[in-house]
């Protein structure tokens, strides 16, 4: 099972520790951070989705114009764009590039957030019902070699059809995160790949376990799996946790200024709820997993982290991988110094690992 390192760019130079300063699209911050991905032997990198920052679709295709090699990962919203343009466009974007572009779905468990784009439907599991037709429909449009009609509540189409397809007979790969249950049931349904934030082992076995039991019901094969999570490195495991301090201390001091706060409505979603439980088993789960940043922002992110040196995070992302995740989410507080950090000790020691744990398995089997 190969292993895929994903990178995040925002669109401008700000975290949880870092104050914006710029403008808010940025294009000097996205494309610098771009090529050091690409420089730091990432594999793709996500661009997010949020009601109210720049439309991620035009960042993607930013981002491809200024790598050679970087793949590109675009969220997208189900309900805001009809399913047949969305097809299309991603389809153009994916022969332009020959093939680098891959959809991550975003349904979106804040229902006050999609307001701000005119949604109407309250209901999350209703949410996740649209988001399997709106994808039935992308399906049709980038498969079918012939006009189809689809008939749902939510959607229907008379003679869809796309002229243009993806890039390669693989097509575009789908994205599905969510812990809900309606969440794991599309992602039966749909997803290539399903998404996790960054939780225990014993979390992602049950996550894992009910992905792999919707898919079944569905006759699909399992997909692949991703973690998200956020790496704190330094030269020893007593730096790593001085720096994961520092960074707790300068985020919880910048909330107000940066915006990486609670909910003023406490709200939560599935996931996020997932993860606040983890933190109030403790700050440090299982070998390494920090759980402060999520307790101070109310984990309305992937905020959990792995505190220690390269080495010792590269284990755990081998343990992660026992586990069944073959691709992993990084990205840190300082976006540009850390995406060059991971790729100089980080990256190659985790592929080199997980092929030596590969290598005794199939010695193992044979």
């Known amino acids: 099972m190969p292993i ?54 035009q960042v993607g295709q930013y981002v491809l114009g200024v790598t050679g090699r970087l793949n590109v990962l675009i969220a997208q919203r189900p309900g805001f764009t009809s399913p047949t343009l969305l097809a299309r466009q991603l389809a ?8 680098r572009v891959a959809l991550h779905v975003i349904t979106g468990g804040n229902a006050t957030e999609l307001k701000q784009d005119g949604n109407t439907i309250d209901d999350k599991d209703e949410r996740y019902a649209r988001t399997s037709e709106f994808l039935d429909v992308v399906r049709a449009e980038w498969t079918s070699d012939k006009p189809f009609d689809y008939t749902g ?16 007979r693989e097509g575009i790969r ?15 349904k749909h997803a290539d790949t399903f998404a996790l934030w960054g939780e225990s082992y014993a979390q992602v076995r049950d996550v894992t376990a009910r992905v792999r039991n919707a898919a079944a019901r569905h006759g699909r094969p399992t997909p692949r799996f991703s973690l998200s999570v956020r790496p704190i490195l330094a030269d020893t495991e007593e730096a790593a946790w001085a720096k994961a301090e520092a ?10 200024a940066t915006g990486y706060r609670k909910p003023a409505d406490g709200h939560a979603t599935a996931g996020a709820r997932r993860l606040l439980a983890l933190a109030d088993q403790g700050t440090r789960i299982d070998k390494r997993l920090w759980t402060e940043i999520a307790k101070l922002t109310g984990a309305n992110s992937n905020t959990t982290a792995l505190v220690g040196t390269p080495e010792q995070v590269a284990e755990v992302f081998g343990d992660y991988y026992d586990l069944g995740i073959s691709h992993f989410l990084i990205r840190g507080f300082d976006p540009l110094i850390d995406a060059i950090e991971y790729g100089r000790e980080l990256i190659p020691l985790t592929r080199k690992l997980v092929a030596e744990r590969q290598a005794a398995n199939r010695v193992a089997a044979e």
């Open 153 to 168: 509540k939510y959607y229907q189409v008379r003679s869809g059809f796309s002229q243009v397809k993806p890039f390669s």
């Open 174 to 188: 789908i994205f599905i995160g969510g812990a809900s249950d309606a969440a794991i049931e599309v992602a039966g």
């Open 4 to 57: 895929e390192f994903i990178g995040y760019i925002s669109n401008n130079n700000s975290s949880e520790t870092i104050v914006r300063q710029g403008p808010v699209l940025d294009p000097t911050h996205i494309e610098a951070v771009a090529k050091a991905h690409e420089n730091a032997g990432f594999d793709r990198v996500l661009l997010a989705f949020h009601s109210t920052t720049p439309d991620s679709l």
């Open 92 to 99: 153009t974007i994916d022969q332009f590039s020959k093939g």
């Open 247 to 256: 960074i707790l201390e300068r985020a919880a001091v910048l909330q107000d």
